[in-house]
């Protein structure tokens, strides 16, 4: 069982008829839908057999996001709450019994796999606009080593150059002078690119922000980062961070940042995608000059890996 929903895992190969019968029979009769979804995450990018859910994108109609996803929701209640057959209650010891989870930018759903008895856990990501929906694809069908160094390369944008030289490659109509004890900042999220102007204190610990301007433009991001190409893979884009970077703080930033959004779950210890998750660590680490914990760490599970697999 995985997710919140409590829901079995889904085989690869039954994804796409599941989630046919789901458009079919459920989103494609939402009047809020505008008619397109899109898969991100692991089932675009990976490579695994079986699934613990489905991500997928969907343009809505309007410009809420809070009030369509409540609309959704509701609309869900009034049709589908006595059909089990297309809407299943969850599983899960947490959530057991509800039909479906508001969850940050996700409506979440326990949908009957195509042609089993058993369910699958869909999650229904938002986006409410054309530039939205392809920025969230982009970003989201990363893998996400890559994205973790992307999104380092984002903060330390105004570390590595000039906040105004900045500002005019992307259009942005903002006075880049700051008083004593602020400074600009670049933020990435699945949804958005984000300008913050950040309050810090002289340890640069962060005392307040406000954002200053959005984007949902992906091609933005190509222009803030350039000339790191996104698309060229997590080696390339650390060695040209290796040899590109110039301020000190700039290699320790991106390491903490990597460290933070990779992390390896319990449910991920010694399994491949945890050791390819700590190589990932060890590798930021050493590339970037930070201390070699999570190298050493990773050296001594995988010497610990390979006696293991002689002996059997």
């Given amino acids: ?97 509800i039909l479906h989870k508001n969850m940050g930018e996700l409506v979440t759903i326990h949908y009957p796999q195509k042609g089993k008895d058993y369910g699958a856990q869909i999650d229904n990501m938002f986006a409410m606009t054309e530039d939205e929906f392809a920025f969230k694809q982009e970003f989201l069908n990363l893998p996400a080593e890559t994205q973790g160094l992307i999104l380092g390369l984002v903060k330390i944008a105004t570390i590595e150059n000039k906040p105004e030289d900045l500002f005019k490659k992307l259009g942005i109509s903002v006075d880049p002078e700051l008083p004593e004890g602020y400074e600009w900042e670049f933020n990435l999220s699945g949804k958005e690119l984000q300008l913050r102007k950040v309050h810090l204190d002289k340890n640069y610990k962060q005392l307040g922000r406000t954002i200053e301007w959005k984007s949902d433009t992906w091609q933005d991001v190509k222009t803030l980062i350039s000339p790191y190409p996104i698309n060229a893979g997590f080696k390339t884009l650390l060695n040209m961070a290796s040899k590109n970077l110039k301020n000190q703080r700039s290699g320790k930033r ?12 319990s449910g991920e210890v010694g399994t491949e995608k945890g050791m390819n998750k700590l190589r990932a660590i060890a590798d930021v680490e050493k590339t970037l000059g930070e201390s070699k914990t999570y190298f050493l760490k990773f050296e001594q599970l995988f010497e610990r890996k390979n006696k293991i697999n002689k002996t059997k």
């Avoid at 505008?34 to 995450?41: F, L």
């Avoid at 991106?254 to 779950?265: A, D, E, N, P, R």
């Fill in 1 to 97: 069982m995985s997710g919140s929903t409590g829901a079995h895992r889904i085989k690869k190969a039954d994804v796409q008829p599941t989630i046919d019968h789901y458009i079919k029979n459920i989103l494609s009769k939402w009047p809020g839908w505008g008619g397109k979804y899109a898969y991100t995450g692991s089932y675009v990018v990976g490579k695994k057999s079986d699934y613990g859910d489905v991500d997928i994108v969907i343009l809505a109609n309007g410009s809420d996001k809070k009030a369509a996803k409540k609309e959704f929701q509701k609309w869900l209640d009034d049709n589908f709450s006595d059909r089990p057959d297309l809407l299943m209650p969850f599983v899960s010891q947490k959530y057991g019994g």
């Fill in 254 to 265: 991106m390491v903490g940042i990597f460290k933070s959004m990779i992390s390896v779950k």
